[in-house]
């Protein structure tokens, strides 16, 4: 594009910013976190890792070059845990995990720079309603983009038994809470209901929730009188879910069908909450956890920060080419007669720096005629 001369653009009245949040709705259905690509502990969709510290789900088998990384899942406990003793299997992973998310996620405290402890509240400076046994679930990038909208998450869970898990069973004793929970951060938005004062950005609460949705019945008098048995990490894109969740699941009965929040693969063996964080493995916990996975639901974030400049033509400028097309014979091919006024067509924005050096270029849909009669602004936006 030969060019002679520039037209300087102000930055005060030429250049301008903006910011703009794209919002897109994901919902994960319980049937790709547990039992669409088969069954317990065969699931191609499922990656267990010989390291046993998390497990990553998939949307389709892992092995194939369609798959798409969708979360990955695991738990621990705080070493103040009344699950935590050296009998525990994989005591000291379960810790360590508990302590790296605490120390990413929430930061030191005190002069000592002691990793700070979960609390299912917005101020965990003040050691009340701790959770020191929680499960982890961290999103991909793939579907939180930016970050997770506040307010928008939900997740499913049931709180039945191992093998009717969605349903009250008549052969055991069930919560008297309801088979099924939506854990929400309804409470969180733009304008409030969030903390930032921890070291992995903003963060909600997540509250229980009974019933359908959109008619959800509080487990307290009201919408805030209960604790939260949870926590959104809106810009870390990861969700920490309070054990105490499923204490309402009903202990293993001796000689019923049902019962218990986890049953062992290896040999059937029943275990409550406390049974399968103290003495499963960690990958067998997120198996339990991704059994009473109904759905996982929330709106992402992309965030697109623009700038755009104003390229003003003036009436007496632009309206001659440098392409040398422009003249035959030492004549304007647009003009039949010296007389008329000159005209030239512009297809093509080009944005140069302060050595003259192309930048960036910007085409136009159709030719815009120009001519000393007329004036054309054109607004070229550059997203990043």
């Not at 049937?31 to 088969?38: A, D, E, L, N, R």
């Not at 949307?59 to 969708?70: A, F």
């Not at 939900?154 to 919560?175: E, K, N, Q």
């Not at 903003?202 to 048995?229: N, P, W």
Request: with cysteine; proline share 3%; aromatic share 10%.
């Amino acid at each position: 594009m030969p060019v002679k001369t520039f037209e300087s653009l102000n930055t005060n009245t030429d250049v301008t910013t903006t910011r703009t949040l794209l919002h897109e709705s994901i919902p994960l259905t319980g049937t790709i976190v547990s039992g669409t690509y088969g069954q317990e502990t065969s699931e191609d969709n499922i990656k267990n890792y010989t390291h046993g510290m998390f497990q990553s789900v998939y949307d389709y088998p892992y092995l194939s070059s369609s798959s798409n990384h969708i979360f990955d899942i695991s738990m621990g406990y705080h070493s103040d845990s009344p699950f935590s003793a050296s009998t525990s299997e994989q005591n000291a992973k379960k810790i360590n995990l508990y302590t790296e998310f605490a120390q990413i996620l929430l930061g030191y405290t005190g002069s000592t720079n002691t990793v700070e402890i979960f609390e299912g509240d917005l101020n965990f400076g003040d050691d009340d309603n701790q959770m020191l046994s929680c499960f982890f679930l961290n999103m991909s990038r793939l579907i939180t983009k930016d970050q997770i909208k506040k307010g928008t998450v939900a997740l499913t869970c049931a709180t039945g038994s191992w093998r009717t898990a969605f349903s009250s069973p008549a052969d055991a004793t069930t919560s008297t809470s309801g088979a099924v929970m939506v854990l929400t951060d309804a409470s969180a938005s733009d304008t409030g209901g969030t903390s930032t004062v921890a070291a992995g950005g903003e963060y909600g609460v997540l509250y229980r929730r009974y019933g359908e949705a959109g008619s959800f019945t509080y487990s307290g008098l009201t919408a805030d009188s209960e604790a939260g048995v949870g926590l959104v990490f809106y810009q870390a894109g990861i969700v920490v879910l309070s054990s105490s969740v499923f204490d309402s699941v009903a202990p293993p009965q001796v000689g019923a069908s049902a019962g218990a929040f986890y049953r062992q693969h290896s040999d059937g063996f029943l275990q409550s909450i406390s049974g399968a964080f103290t003495g499963s493995s960690i990958s067998q916990s997120c198996d339990a956890l991704r059994h009473r996975l109904s759905n996982v639901t929330f709106n992402n974030t992309t965030e697109i920060n623009s700038t755009i400049y104003f390229c003003r033509a003036p009436h007496n400028k632009f309206n001659y080419s440098t392409n040398p097309t422009y003249i035959t014979g030492s004549k304007i091919r647009v003009k039949n007669t010296s007389a008329d006024t000159p005209v030239a067509y512009i297809t093509t924005i080009g944005l140069y720096n302060a050595s003259n050096e192309l930048m960036a270029v910007a085409k136009v849909s159709e030719p815009i005629k120009k001519d000393p009669t007329n004036e054309v602004t054109l607004r070229v936006r550059l997203d990043f």
